[in-house]
C-alpha cells in the first residue's frame, strides 16, 4: 500500500486542513418554519470550489437550501458558506485525491447543520433540524463546478 501511494502523490502528502470557515449568506422565513410542522424537510446542495494552486488552497461555497416543497419553490433557510482547506504541499487539481471533495464538503455539513438550527430555535420558532446525511453525491458536483486559480 505504501508503494501504491507513493505513486500516486509522487512523494507529496495529500493532507490538508479547514483553516476556515464563514457563513456570507444566510435567509430564514420564519413564517415558513411554523407552518406545516408535520411536512417533511427536503434538503439541496450546491457545491462549488475554486483551487489555488499556487498556495495550496481550496475555497468550497457550500450553498444549504431548505424546504417543505420538492420543487424548491418555497425556500424556509439558506445558508450559503465558505470553508477554506489548505493542503500541507502544493499540488495540482490533478493531483488533489478523490476523497477530498467528499471529505471536504462532509466536514463543513455539521457546522451549517449546527447553524439552521441555532437561527431557528433563537427566532422562536420550530427548530430546523438536518438530519445526518450522506454527502458523497456531491463529490461530482463539486469536482465539475471547482475553478483552478
Given at each position: 500500500m505504501p508503494e501504491i501511494k507513493k505513486k500516486l502523490f509522487e512523494g507529496k502528502s495529500a493532507a490538508f486542513s479547514l483553516k476556515d470557515?464563514?457563513?456570507i449568506e444566510a435567509e430564514l422565513k420564519l413564517s415558513k418554519v411554523?407552518?406545516?410542522n408535520e411536512v417533511p424537510l427536503y434538503v439541496k446542495?450546491?457545491?462549488s470550489g475554486i483551487y489555488n494552486?499556487?498556495?495550496g488552497v481550496f475555497d468550497l461555497a457550500f450553498e444549504t437550501l431548505v424546504t417543505r416543497d420538492v420543487e424548491y419553490k418555497n425556500v424556509i433557510a439558506r445558508a450559503?458558506?465558505?470553508g477554506e482547506f489548505k493542503f500541507e504541499s502544493l499540488l495540482t487539481i490533478e493531483e488533489l485525491p478523490s476523497y477530498f471533495y467528499g471529505n471536504s464538503i462532509a466536514i463543513l455539513f455539521p457546522f451549517v447543520?449546527?447553524?439552521l438550527a441555532t437561527i431557528s430555535t433563537q427566532g422562536n420558532n420550530n427548530t430546523i433540524m438536518l438530519p445526518v446525511l450522506n454527502l458523497s453525491d456531491l463529490e461530482k458536483p463539486l469536482r465539475e463546478n471547482?475553478?483552478?486559480i
Amino acid at each position: 500500500m505504501p508503494e501504491i501511494k507513493k505513486k500516486l502523490f509522487e512523494g507529496k502528502s495529500a493532507a490538508f486542513s479547514l483553516k476556515d470557515f464563514r457563513i456570507i449568506e444566510a435567509e430564514l422565513k420564519l413564517s415558513k418554519v411554523e407552518e406545516e410542522n408535520e411536512v417533511p424537510l427536503y434538503v439541496k446542495f450546491n457545491p462549488s470550489g475554486i483551487y489555488n494552486s499556487k498556495e495550496g488552497v481550496f475555497d468550497l461555497a457550500f450553498e444549504t437550501l431548505v424546504t417543505r416543497d420538492v420543487e424548491y419553490k418555497n425556500v424556509i433557510a439558506r445558508a450559503m458558506t465558505i470553508g477554506e482547506f489548505k493542503f500541507e504541499s502544493l499540488l495540482t487539481i490533478e493531483e488533489l485525491p478523490s476523497y477530498f471533495y467528499g471529505n471536504s464538503i462532509a466536514i463543513l455539513f455539521p457546522f451549517v447543520r449546527a447553524y439552521l438550527a441555532t437561527i431557528s430555535t433563537q427566532g422562536n420558532n420550530n427548530t430546523i433540524m438536518l438530519p445526518v446525511l450522506n454527502l458523497s453525491d456531491l463529490e461530482k458536483p463539486l469536482r465539475e463546478n471547482t475553478k483552478v486559480i
